[in-house]
């Protein structure tokens, strides 16, 4: 039945085209009172949100490019990068990762396999030019999954007159001998703007400055310093176009990722020394290796009355994720399946999305906003392996938030939110683990018990969030926000029903179809201070969850041959707290000193310790020289050595990293050429990411990397 969701939305879509072009108030004010300009490092906060919301424009993201979005996001005071090795990395805000941080574009949520460390985002890099970043509770607007934060991209304005413009970007590292390039060609005609781009990426294995690498107390070498089979390629495609005429406006955008990269063989499975020898290629891919194919298709509907506006997001999207292994069984019994028989996993998530919401603007005083949105997603597995069972979810909400500005200084903005959800979570039985127990010689209680790697799993959730704030502009250049909010987060199906050893974690996963909902109450308090020539930026954080969903070492040791302990995901009680600030100035009329730091304390209090994942303390200081169109910066980025660790992780000593660059804006036959070059980890500091997917056994983070970026943007008018 619900197969036939999308024909019905589609149909909608045409005959009731009703869609607001700013799809709530928080990013109306957001897209009309912020801009980054190219001569500052920082982003531009939107005073007039009782959130704290920052945004990234092109210049910024340009700034920062390293072909991956999420590392560009870490300058971003509270955004940190789980990276999973040299090419891709997931987000983190304020502490909280995973299903806790929604991704939208172009209005629909991201949704992919995210609840694992070692799955990355699949977005274009290339293809990204507005980035607003939402700190703390967004369920009231975005739903369960946006607990943490949200993370939204979204295209920028059409070009003013008519026009047929492009852009060339090429890139390169040393690091991992990448190369990467990017073509986008646009037109602008009237009521129409299109625009298509390709993008594409190949990497080699990138390089550490470490010999050897230490993982379950065996010595590993790394040869030549390069890690064996981490290299891989992408290659993106995307069309958006939109169209506007009177009150009507409307988008579609359609994109395919494609993602192809390889596992560490000495961190997948157990190790063996003689799978990471030098094979003498370092751009070949071999087992292990996973494959990522994102499609996604959305629409934006809107239509505008006198003081209504009313706005519809649709999208659909198909995530096929596969992991690729040669084929090796724990149990004698088991034999290669006939069809991909060294396919180990495969998850295909199929994802419909609705979202319809009506702003109303019946005064200068006053604005309301009202919305629902619902999702379907359906989730099928293959492969000779076992981690996650096929399941369907389906979630709906409704929300109303209401804005109060009673004088241009003082802003107060409160709302409301119900969703209810469903998940239905398939048995799975497992009849070689079944054998390889009786032949081990266990009873038959136990066998029963675990030969069900998946029982059935049928359950309804529903609860209520919340969020009420001000802004207040006290006297000129000084503004003060603060927030408090309800938020709660359902179950995913890996946290109900996971059960196997999941390599990009290295153990025992297990789910518990019995947990409940996550809940917790969320405090942000900001004081802003911006003039010419000088700002300052200084926020508080205080969250508390009353049963936050972690996994827990049980002390239960797994039947699953060489698996180890089970870890389980298991309900706390749990604080997250942090501060961050940061501050920029100039002088001298060419320099800018800018500082950045950020600190997240987390606690889990049922077991007194801190939670896992906790990202350690940093800070940069940067100095950059601005000239017309060139400038030079200099940096120096710190990061605290991180004792507070929850059980099975480990500490991570601290390291400061001295990073270099500069861009230049080259006139050329009649083209603007902007060249950006860096260089980052300049004395090849040997140092960890405590969230890397790769910490765990033991592997550096990547070392000095020469980076060079060149971008040329072309025009042409059109009558």
Do not use: C
């Not at 607003?132 to 934060?149: E, W």
């Amino acid at each position: 039945m619900h197969t036939r969701i999308l024909p019905v939305m589609l149909l909608f879509v045409f005959v009731l085209p009703v869609a607001g072009q700013q799809a709530d108030s928080i990013r109306t004010v957001t897209l009309e009172s912020v801009t980054v300009t190219a001569d500052s490092y920082k982003k531009a906060s939107n005073r007039n949100s009782v959130l704290s919301v920052e945004v990234a424009e092109k210049d910024f993201l340009t700034e920062h490019f390293t072909g991956n979005l999420i590392q560009a996001l870490e300058y971003i005071p509270g955004v940190r990068s789980m990276d999973i090795g040299s090419g891709f990395s997931k987000p983190m805000i304020r502490g909280m990762g995973f299903n806790r941080i929604a991704v939208t574009e172009n209005g629909i949520k991201q949704e992919g396999q995210q609840w694992g460390s070692d799955h990355g985002l699949e977005i274009d890099a290339f293809n990204i030019e507005r980035v607003t970043v939402r700190k703390g509770p967004s369920s009231l607007l975005y739903g369960s999954d946006a607990m943490g934060g949200v993370i939204e991209i979204t295209s920028p304005p059409a070009p003013a007159g008519n026009q047929f413009f492009g852009e060339v970007s090429l890139l390169g590292k040393t690091v991992n001998n990448s190369l990467g390039a990017s073509l986008m060609l646009g037109i602008k005609k009237d009521n129409w703007y299109t625009k298509v781009r390709y993008s594409e990426q190949h990497f080699g294995d990138y390089r550490i400055p470490a010999d050897t690498i230490v993982y379950l107390t065996q010595r590993i070498p790394v040869y030549g310093r390069r890690l064996k089979n981490t290299a891989g390629w992408e290659r993106n495609v995307s069309l958006y176009t939109e169209y506007r005429k009177g009150k009507y406006y409307s988008n579609y955008a359609i994109s395919n990722a494609y993602q192809k990269t390889g596992f560490f063989p000495g961190a997948h499975g157990i190790p063996d020394i003689s799978r990471v020898q030098d094979d003498g290629d370092h751009r070949n891919v071999e087992f292990p290796y996973s494959k990522v194919n994102h499609l996604k298709v959305t629409t934006r509907q809107q239509y505008s009355w006198h003081n209504l506006i009313g706005s519809w997001d649709l999208g659909y999207q198909n995530n096929h994720r596969e992991e690729w292994s040669k084929f090796h069984t724990h149990y004698g019994t088991q034999s290669p399946p006939e069809h991909n028989p060294d396919e180990e996993l495969d998850f295909a998530l199929n994802t419909f999305s609705s979202s319809m919401k009506l702003r109303f603007i019946p005064s200068t005083t006053w604005e309301h906003t009202a919305g629902w949105d619902m999702q379907f997603q359906q989730n099928r597995i293959a492969g000779y392996s076992f981690l996650l069972p096929r399941y369907d979810r389906f979630t709906t909400g409704f929300f109303a938030l209401s804005t109060w500005r009673p004088s241009p200084q003082l802003s107060v903005s409160g709302g409301l939110r119900y969703d209810l959800g469903s998940v239905d979570i398939s048995a799975y039985t497992d009849p070689y683990l079944e054998t390889y127990l009786q032949g081990m010689g266990y009873d038959d209680e136990l066998i029963q018990q675990y030969k069900w790697r998946s029982y059935p799993v049928d359950r309804d959730f529903g609860d209520f969030s919340g969020s009420l704030g001000i802004s207040w502009n006290p006297a000129g250049a000084h503004w003060v926000k603060a927030n408090i909010g309800h938020s709660f987060r359902l179950p995913g199906a890996n946290e109900l029903a996971a059960n196997g050893v999941h390599h990009g974690t290295f153990r025992h996963e297990q789910g518990d179809p019995s947990l409940s909902s996550e809940r917790g109450w969320q405090l942000d308090a900001s004081y802003i201070y911006d003039t010419k020539g000088f700002s300052l930026s200084a926020t508080t954080f205080f969250s508390w969850f009353n049963n936050y969903i972690y996994l827990k070492p049980t002390g239960e040791w797994s039947v699953l041959p060489h698996a180890g302990q089970i870890y389980r995901y298991t309900g706390a009680e749990a604080i997250f707290a942090g501060a961050e600030l940061s501050f920029d100035v100039d002088f001298l009329n060419h320099f800018n000193y800018a500082f950045m730091g950020e600190y997240v304390y987390t606690h889990n209090q049922d077991e007194s310790t801190p939670l896992a994942f906790s990202p350690p303390a940093s800070m940069r200081n940067t100095l950059t020289w601005k000239g017309k169109k060139s400038q030079v910066f200099a940096e120096l980025q710190s990061i605290a050595k991180q004792t507070r660790v929850a059980k099975n992780e480990s500490v991570t000593d601290g390291a400061n990293l001295v990073n270099l660059g500069g861009s230049l804006n080259l006139p050329l036959g009649g083209l603007n050429v902007d060249i950006t070059l860096s260089l980052r980890n300049l004395f090849d500091t040997k140092y960890y990411n405590h969230l890397s997917f790769y910490r765990k056994v033991e592997i550096p983070e990547p070392g000095r990397n020469i980076q060079l970026l060149i971008k040329i943007p072309f025009n042409t008018p059109l009558k």
